[in-house]
């Protein structure tokens, strides 16, 4: 046999050779943690479906963003999970300043201030009695340019409540052109904008559904995106980011690696991507049953999402991944 000219072996052969040369590079910094936040509880509520993850209270959120902090995470994400009679079909419950995630960015500013950078999840479903993310027209089908108006004076109490990122997520077109100009005339100029520029409407939020007590009646298919097209994920990322988004995320992200790759390969703003509710539950339950192994799945999974392209990435392992990491 004629030796091979070319060895790549040589490459792998130690585990501090193959850190050497590793061409993709995770850090905690990069790492978003999704968090809940629920009205009405005592002490931290589990949720079934996401194994490890709670709804937290204001006392427990607060620890919580002390710890990502210290961890070195490159932020907080907080959803607000209200009490059921603080619904009704306008969602109103998510500008008012005494809202439950108003409530929690306050908290949450005041214990780490600029030490950790926190977005707020601007957007209706949690907040309103049909569980969709805006406001019904009278033919049942969710009103675009009324739902705006309402994700700008949402966006604006976010930002007062000391936000340093408003983050619309309900896919109506326009929305960030408009909470834009609603954060400058308020004075908030200096809040930025992490839009969920591609948003599928995909089958692996189901878990994040239970995390937020979701209303929801029907699919949200007339205005989450296709899952079977790609060219329309760059389309809507190009429109957010020249609509004046900051930051520009694909949600899902494992399974959107292409999508993922395409807003990466020619935005001029930094890309994130969310590891969403229902990928990480699929890798939990399988690690519980020992099918896999959850640290290697965890950390095998981010660095695919980091490698396709996202700066950034929204994770409910981020603090398991911070530790490692370190």
């Known amino acids: 046999m004629i030796p091979p000219v070319r060895r790549p072996r040589r490459l792998r052969s130690t585990p501090a050779i193959r850190r050497l040369v590793a061409e993709t590079r995770v850090s905690p910094s990069q790492l978003l943690l999704p968090v809940f936040v629920a009205d009405g509880l005592r002490e931290p509520r589990p949720i079934s479906s996401l194994p490890g993850v709670a709804q937290h209270t204001l006392d427990s959120v607060r620890a919580e963003a002390t710890r990502a902090a210290e961890a070195g995470l490159g932020g907080l994400v907080l959803f607000g999970v209200p009490e059921a009679g603080d619904k009704d079909a306008t969602g109103s419950a998510g500008a008012a300043d005494t809202g439950i995630l108003n409530r929690a960015i306050a908290a949450v500013r005041a214990e780490t201030g600029d030490d950790l950078p926190l977005f707020a999840d601007t957007c209706l479903d949690e907040f309103t009695d049909h569980g969709h993310c805006g406001v019904l027209a009278a033919d049942g089908t969710v009103d675009n340019d009324a739902t705006v108006e309402l994700y700008v004076q949402q966006a604006v109490a976010q930002a007062r409540a000391g936000a340093h990122f408003v983050s619309p997520s309900g896919m109506m077109d326009g929305q960030v052109a408009a909470i834009r100009a609603g954060l400058d005339l308020a004075g908030h100029e200096e809040v930025g904008i992490l839009a969920y520029a591609a948003k599928y409407a995909s089958a692996f939020y189901g878990p994040f ?118």
């Open 209 to 326: 559904r239970e995390a937020v007590g979701s209303s929801l009646v029907g699919d949200r298919r007339t205005y989450q995106q296709d899952p079977a097209n790609r060219r329309e994920g760059r389309l809507e990322a190009a429109l957010d980011e020249l609509e004046g988004a900051d930051l520009l995320m694909v949600k899902p992200a494992g399974y959107y690696l292409d999508v993922l790759a395409d807003v990466a390969a020619w935005s001029r703003v930094p890309v994130a991507a969310y590891q969403v509710s229902g990928e990480y539950a699929m890798i939990a339950a399988a690690a519980e049953r020992g099918w896999i192994d959850r640290r290697a799945a965890l950390e095998e999974s981010t660095t695919a999402i980091v490698r396709a392209g996202a700066d950034i990435v929204l994770t409910y392992a981020a603090l398991e991944l911070a530790g490692w990491l370190r």
